[in-house]
């Protein structure tokens, strides 16, 4: 019922189609939206990095949305998620309003600003979500996505935080701040490089310096600042182009992506590597990839934390099969399932106190990877992310006054 009234709408007025569609279902009940969703095909379009976030998804998620809900998941993997923002503004202009390329995202930060600022994203609806009691919308680290607010317009997935991993048999001891780390370059010519941002994990490391160059995050909070981002770019530029004669092939090159950084470590050529997922440097090694002596910390000044999401594009033709796997990845057992140490290891989004006590056994009864720094340790030191307007400026800055 919902596509013949979507059809109608489109042939009286196409650019009403999507609206229309859309307040369709957020006036359905959970059961109808589910009823609407069988028989869908979902083309969730995601980072497609990691062999086992693709495995957790291709085979576990879509298991389930197969077997008791007759929806295909198609994983599109992707590398940069600013090109599908991109694909997406294009449909739009184009007027392609309820026939979209995209269903789901795997986004956050300036893409999910570029989405909602750009009307391309589904908003409003995830309150219909069941699953969306185990959210805590209180936190703001949950509630505001790099500075700006989710408002209804994505769910959450995963919780991350910044950390480093070297191989303790090579390195006993790492520095343990970002002084001490620019000090151990200079100390170790060739160990130490980056990816080049708009890398997401190398421009990730350039906000650290960012953050160390600026005395701290207290003043880069809030909206960006031209005044603040001139006196404390020109240290940031200044501390990472004296370091980059003594990175890797002496800073002539970089590493195009956080794989191609993963590489060179894997390989003894580089000292460190670094993620966002420390859970990937347990599952490297238990793949035979990095060294059983790789073990991963925390810097004492602090390392970023934040929260990555699910997003509806405003023209995806299966907004309610794609509200469903919304609802089955927020699901406790879900987020139980890809936080085992031999599945992701990712940290939940959720509050497990608010899931069954069959899911909260579960996640008691993980251990650990020995190479893997836990959650909580992180958690003692994290620097929030900066608003999306200083990622921008970060990013063209060090293309122009470092990349170059």
């Known amino acids: 019922m919902l596509r013949k009234l979507a059809v109608l709408l489109l042939l009286s007025s196409p650019a009403l189609a999507d609206t229309a569609e859309g307040e369709a279902l957020k006036a359905m009940s959970w059961d109808e939206i589910v009823a609407e969703a069988r028989g ?9 990095g990691a062999d086992n976030i693709n495995l957790y998804v291709s085979d576990y998620v879509a298991g389930i949305l197969k077997r008791d809900y007759d929806i295909t998941l198609n994983r599109v993997p992707i590398t940069d998620a600013a090109e599908i923002v991109n694909l997406i503004l294009s449909e739009k202009e184009a007027g392609i309003t309820d026939a979209g390329t995209v269903d789901l995202i795997w986004i956050n930060g300036e ?5 909602k600022q750009g009307g391309l994203a589904f908003c409003g609806y995830t309150g219909l979500l069941p699953n969306d009691a185990l959210v805590n919308w209180d936190n703001p680290a949950i509630a ?20 480093f991993a070297h191989d303790s048999a090579a390195l006993a001891e790492p520095p343990r701040d970002m002084a001490a780390l620019i000090a151990w370059i200079k100390a170790n010519p060739g160990r130490f490089t980056y990816p080049a941002p708009p890398d997401f994990t190398g421009s990730a490391f350039v906000r650290h310096v960012f953050t160390h160059a600026a005395g701290g995050p207290e003043s880069l909070l809030g909206p960006f600042d ?8 020109a240290r940031t530029w200044a501390i990472l182009n004296e370091i980059e004669p003594f990175l890797w092939r002496e ?10 950084l993963n590489e060179l470590f894997a390989n003894g050529e580089v000292a460190f590597t670094f993620n ?28 970023i934390g934040n929260t990555n999401y699910t997003l509806i594009p405003f023209n995806s033709p299966n907004k309610a099969a794609a509200m469903v796997v919304q609802n089955l990845l927020l699901s406790g057992e879900a987020q139980l399932e890809k936080a085992k140490t031999e599945v992701w290891g990712a940290a939940p989004a959720i509050e497990i106190s608010r899931t069954s006590p069959e899911v909260q056994a579960g996640f008691a009864a993980i251990v650990g990877h020995p190479s893997v ?19 921008s400026a970060i990013e063209k800055g060090w293309a122009e006054q470092v990349g170059n």
Do not use: H
């Open 40 to 48: 869908g095909t979902v083309n969730w379009f995601m980072w497609g």
């Open 251 to 260: 800073g002539a090159t970089y590493p195009n992506t956080i794989t191609q």
């Open 226 to 233: 031209q005044a603040t981002f001139d006196a404390v770019s």
């Open 373 to 391: 720094i836990p959650a909580a340790e992180l958690a003692k030191a994290t620097l929030p992310e900066l608003q999306a307007d200083w990622l």
């Open 111 to 115: 893409n999910f600003r570029s989405m």
């Open 144 to 163: 505001n996505d790099f500075g700006v607010p989710v408002e209804g317009c994505e769910v959450p997935w995963n919780t991350v935080q910044f950390a």
């Open 276 to 303: 966002y997922d420390p859970a990937q440097f347990g599952l490297a090694v238990q793949a035979g990839t990095y060294p059983e002596t790789t073990r991963s910390f925390g810097l004492t000044d602090g390392t």
